[in-house]
């Protein structure tokens, strides 16, 4: 009996729950309806500022680039080398106190003195870095070329160690003597036009002669806006043009061509001083401008910074 009388009483539980839970959710929905026929009823304006206040949609910041990190760039120690070789050269085991041997043993503490025999003295003319090669991992070989006064040159590779900032070098090896650097193959050159007397070969004569003997300067040569600065103080007293070439065709005209035309040339001259005969070689630009042609460009000099526009 006590069972029978629990199962009636449990259902009537269920029921009671769904009854209340049924009259939540009518009442939620005549209360939605009614906030629809609100708002319609207030007008478009309310229905826009209604769609407009839904919560916005956050977004994640997006990540900074990344930073860049430059490293110093290792320099060449070809200057270092340099130095160290005329010393170790002019160094002896028998002077080991010699100013010479003590900046060799303090540039390569570890490396042997030469051992030259009695009465040889090593007269050197020059010393000369001519390459330097940075090896993978991060020693350096750098090629010196030492000129003794009966012109005889010798090649020599020093091995040289570098810190990570590039501002410390050692000598790790004693220098071996090797073959000098060969000669490099020399593409063809692109003047290929002969240009005969005429205006432009008399352009480039009497601005070169301008240009390197300072008589009459060389401003009244110039195409406009450009500006160089003859050479000084003037090193030759005579120029005389020997040969004129050009990268185009239009260089050899018989007449100046129409404004603005443009021709590269290059042109072998003799420079003359006391002291002798000088052949020089400089590669030019020309424009044309009112029958006449005038320098646009001297590319030696402007890549010293002494021609541009002005």
Known sequence: MPLRKRAPQGQAATAAAAGARLHTMRRRSRLTRLAVWTVIAAGPAALLLTLTTTPATVQAASPPPPTTVRTAVAADPGGYA???LRAWLHSSTGDAASAQARLAQSMAPDIALPDPATGAHTQLESVTAVRSAQHPGGGWSVTVAAQDADQTVRYFAVPVAADS????????GAPAVVAGPGRAQTPPSPYTVDVPDGELATAVGEFLAAYLTGAGGTDRYLAPGVTLTPVSPAPYTGVTVE???AAEETAAAEEVPADGTRVRVQAAVEARDSAGRWPLSYDLDLTARSGRWEIAGLPAAAASGKAGAR
Do not use: E, H, I
């Open 82 to 84: 340099q130095v160290f």
């Open 243 to 245: 040969q004129v070439a």
């Open 165 to 172: 900032s590039g501002s410390s070098f050692t000598v790790t």
